[in-house]
């Protein structure tokens, strides 16, 4: 028997063998009291995690607000300022930067996103100092020459045309409008080509005079160095920043997320894109471990059914995404859009209507969670879960004990969330 067909042979309440892959023992991270904080006399919070016996730093710098910080006029700032602010700065001009990143090997990224943007770094123990005082002077002493804003300007905006050129983007932007109405959310924080492009050198500096207060920044550390080095580090780089009283305004609920929604878009493809997007429990709920392990379960279904016995798609998939106002979405690509659907919304009624047995689901479970400890075995994944679960998720801690309420799923938790929230898409 299959693994596909024992797991809908589970839902059926017939016999079941385990899943061959959750045998294995799950890894263990490294324990809370390996991770601690602090926060500096004017009000920046660090997330510090000893991992001893790995050479790679990783560092994220987390700018608060997101969607919060931008309306339709100025959306795209973000990304555009982080970006620019790697092209130079007061104390390492760009070529001096670039060469310093290369010889080193270190890495710096920055994104912007709905609910936080991040400059991250990533290097080795032995460069950390120099890597630090880089990232550092990224953050704060930026110079946004306006020769480089027009050059990172062009890439984004040749990012924004490709992406109207590509079926599965165009589709998911037009999906995520649907529910985004109404919501700060539907100012994307990549912007747009209306939004971006009369932006200047002048409204980057002042944005970053406006983000540089510590009570909208967020520091997590993971590596081999000692908790003290670092808060040195951070308290002498940041000390004097001001503290300011930034505190997230709490987002509202999505208005048309009981409302259902259709869009047509004809296109001349070779095949047909089909996206649904609704709402889903956030980090921070209760609901949020059972709609995990149900978002696994639907996953395997749908490669079971949709591709695997009726080779309608190679590629039908749900995602549960991790936000503040939290969503999901369901995608397939697919010459057979009817039939596509239809076994899809199959496979959930079908979960909607079933109870899975205690045993079964207890390995289902198993191998989720040894899925997700995999995940986490580079420093710069468990830095971004560490920061994800502090801004998003209730504080950091919970990164941990979230795990024992997955574990603590039950058969008629799943059949609840199913029913909860796969609907009105």
């Given at each position: 028997?299959?693994?596909?067909?024992?797991?809908?042979?589970?839902?059926?309440?017939?016999?079941?063998?385990?899943?061959?892959?959750?045998?294995?023992?799950?890894?263990?991270?490294?324990?809370v009291?390996?991770?601690?904080?602090?926060?500096?006399?004017?009000?920046?919070?660090t997330?510090?995690?000893?991992?001893?016996?790995?050479?790679?730093?990783?560092?994220?710098?987390?700018f608060?607000?997101?969607?919060?910080?931008?309306?339709?006029?100025?959306?795209?700032?973000?990304?555009?300022?982080?970006?620019?602010?790697?092209?130079?700065?007061?104390?390492?001009?760009?070529?001096q930067?670039?060469?310093e990143?290369?010889?080193?090997?270190?890495?710096?990224?920055?994104?912007?996103?709905?609910?936080?943007?991040?400059?991250?770094?990533?290097?080795?123990?032995?460069?950390?100092?120099?890597?630090?005082?880089?990232?550092?002077?990224?953050v704060l002493?930026?110079?946004?020459?306006?020769?480089e804003?027009?050059?990172?300007?062009?890439?984004?905006?040749?990012?924004?045309?490709?992406?109207?050129?590509?079926?599965?983007?165009?589709?998911?932007s037009a999906?995520?409008?649907?529910?985004?109405?109404?919501?700060?959310?539907?100012?994307?924080?990549?912007?747009?080509?209306?939004?971006?492009?009369?932006?200047?050198?002048?409204d980057?500096?002042?944005?970053?005079?406006?983000?540089?207060?510590?009570?909208?920044?967020?520091?997590?550390?993971?590596?081999?160095?000692?908790?003290?080095?670092?808060?040195?580090?951070?308290?002498?780089?940041f000390?004097k920043?001001?503290?300011?009283?930034?505190?997230?305004?709490?987002?509202?609920?999505?208005?048309?997320?009981?409302?259902?929604?259709?869009?047509?878009?004809?296109?001349?493809?070779?095949?047909?894109?089909?996206?649904?997007?609704?709402?889903a429990?956030?980090?921070?709920?209760?609901?949020?471990?059972?709609?995990?392990?149900?978002?696994?379960?639907?996953?395997?279904?749908?490669?079971?059914?949709v591709?695997?016995?009726?080779?309608?798609?190679?590629?039908?998939?749900?995602?549960?995404?991790?936000?503040?106002?939290n969503?999901?979405?369901?995608?397939?690509?697919?010459?057979?859009p009817?039939?596509?659907?239809?076994?899809?919304?199959?496979?959930?009624?079908?979960?909607?209507?079933?109870?899975?047995?205690?045993?079964?689901?207890?390995?289902?479970?198993?191998?989720?969670?040894?899925?997700?400890y995999?995940?986490?075995?580079?420093?710069?994944?468990?830095?971004?879960?560490?920061?994800?679960y502090e801004?998003?998720?209730?504080?950091?801690?919970?990164?941990?004990?979230?795990?024992?309420?997955?574990?603590?799923v039950?058969?008629?938790?799943?059949?609840?969330v199913?029913?909860?929230?796969?609907?009105?898409?």
């Amino acid at each position: 028997m299959t693994f596909f067909s024992t797991l809908r042979a589970l839902f059926l309440l017939t016999c079941f063998t385990a899943l061959a892959f959750a045998q294995a023992a799950a890894p263990k991270l490294a324990p809370v009291n390996d991770t601690e904080e602090f926060t500096t006399a004017n009000g920046l919070k660090t997330i510090h995690r000893r991992v001893q016996g790995n050479e790679v730093i990783a560092v994220r710098l987390y700018f608060k607000g997101g969607a919060r910080n931008i309306n339709d006029k100025n959306a795209g700032v973000e990304p555009l300022a982080l970006e620019v602010a790697q092209q130079g700065t007061k104390n390492f001009p760009k070529s001096q930067l670039n060469r310093e990143l290369a010889r080193m090997g270190t890495v710096l990224e920055s994104a912007g996103g709905y609910d936080y943007s991040i400059v991250a770094m990533r290097c080795v123990r032995q460069y950390f100092d120099r890597s630090w005082a880089l990232l550092t002077d990224v953050v704060l002493n930026p110079t946004f020459d306006e020769k480089e804003v027009a050059l990172v300007k062009e890439r984004l905006l040749s990012a924004l045309r490709q992406e109207n050129d590509d079926p599965d983007s165009t589709v998911a932007s037009a999906s995520d409008k649907l529910l985004y109405r109404s919501h700060p959310y539907f100012n994307r924080p990549t912007g747009t080509a209306a939004s971006i492009t009369p932006l200047t050198g002048a409204d980057l500096r002042a944005w970053h005079a406006k983000m540089i207060e510590t009570s909208k920044m967020l520091v997590v550390f993971v590596g081999d160095v000692p908790f003290a080095d670092i808060k040195t580090k951070v308290e002498t780089s940041f000390g004097k920043l001001a503290q300011g009283a930034f505190k997230p305004a709490p987002l509202p609920a999505f208005a048309t997320a009981n409302q259902p929604a259709f869009d047509l878009m004809q296109r001349s493809v070779q095949t047909n894109y089909i996206r649904a997007t609704f709402t889903a429990p956030a980090l921070d709920h209760p609901d949020y471990p059972a709609m995990n392990v149900l978002t696994n379960i639907l996953q395997q279904l749908f490669f079971q059914e949709v591709r695997v016995k009726r080779n309608l798609s190679y590629g039908a998939d749900v995602n549960l995404l991790a936000l503040s106002s939290n969503a999901a979405n369901m995608t397939v690509t697919t010459q057979k859009p009817n039939e596509t659907v239809r076994v899809m919304f199959e496979q959930i009624d079908f979960l909607q209507k079933q109870i899975i047995r205690e045993e079964p689901l207890g390995n289902i479970i198993s191998g989720f969670l040894t899925q997700y400890y995999t995940k986490l075995e580079t420093n710069d994944a468990q830095a971004a879960r560490l920061g994800e679960y502090e801004m998003l998720g209730g504080g950091w801690r919970r990164s941990f004990t979230w795990l024992e309420d997955v574990r603590k799923v039950k058969p008629e938790d799943i059949q609840r969330v199913a029913k909860a929230y796969l609907k009105n898409f």
